[in-house]
């Protein structure tokens, strides 16, 4: 019995042993995981901007912006606070502020959006909540609610497709012309 006795304390001895080295042997720990980073960090932003597009020389248009982030990925631009000019065939220009712009860098398609406003050299002023640029086509396009006044004349609608020389207009969308009349 004694025997018994004695290697039951043995064999209870071990598992006591062997269980206090398992919880205290020093093992090496292992380092933290490195996960890698989801945000935008292949984005390039600017502060203070300017995009220009020439065509054999001349100005086409230039944007200025407060923020400009670019996207390698994607070749787009996203700006805030735009200003820009765009150069009329006939000489003149039209002005323009945004709050925001997107540039499609293959393209050359400019979407603008918020509090859109442009003034061209002869004095028609256009405004619209959204508006596109266009440049294979050279059309600026608008929508949202749209306003387009000319000499006396204001002409309000849903959306808006013009030249780029403001030209030839079509509104569409409840499009109302008033002429000596202010907008609705």
């Not at 001349?58 to 407060?66: A, G, M, N, Q």
């Not at 393209?107 to 440049?135: C, H, M, N, Y």
């Amino acid at each position: 019995m004694k025997r018994n006795l004695y290697l039951a304390v043995a064999c209870t001895l071990l598992v006591l042993a062997g269980g206090l080295y398992y919880f205290v042997k020093d093992e090496p720990v292992a380092p933290p995981a490195v996960e890698e980073s989801k945000t935008a960090s292949s984005d390039i932003t600017f502060a203070g901007s300017s995009i220009v597009e020439q065509i054999n020389g001349k100005k086409v248009w230039e944007l200025t912006s407060e923020t400009a982030q670019t996207d390698p990925d994607t070749n787009k631009v996203r700006m805030t606070n735009i200003k820009g000019i765009f150069y009329r065939e006939n000489g003149g220009r039209i002005d323009l502020v945004a709050r925001q712009a997107l540039l499609d860098t293959k393209t050359q398609d400019i979407f603008l959006e918020g509090d859109i406003k442009a003034v061209s050299s002869d004095g028609a002023v256009f405004t619209a909540p959204l508006a596109r640029w266009a440049a294979k086509e050279q059309h600026i396009f608008g929508s949202g609610g749209i306003v387009l006044t000319r000499d006396d004349t204001v002409i309000t609608g849903d959306t808006i497709d013009s030249d780029a020389n403001m030209e030839k207009v079509i509104v569409q969308g409840n499009a109302h012309a008033v002429k000596g009349g202010t907008p609705q």
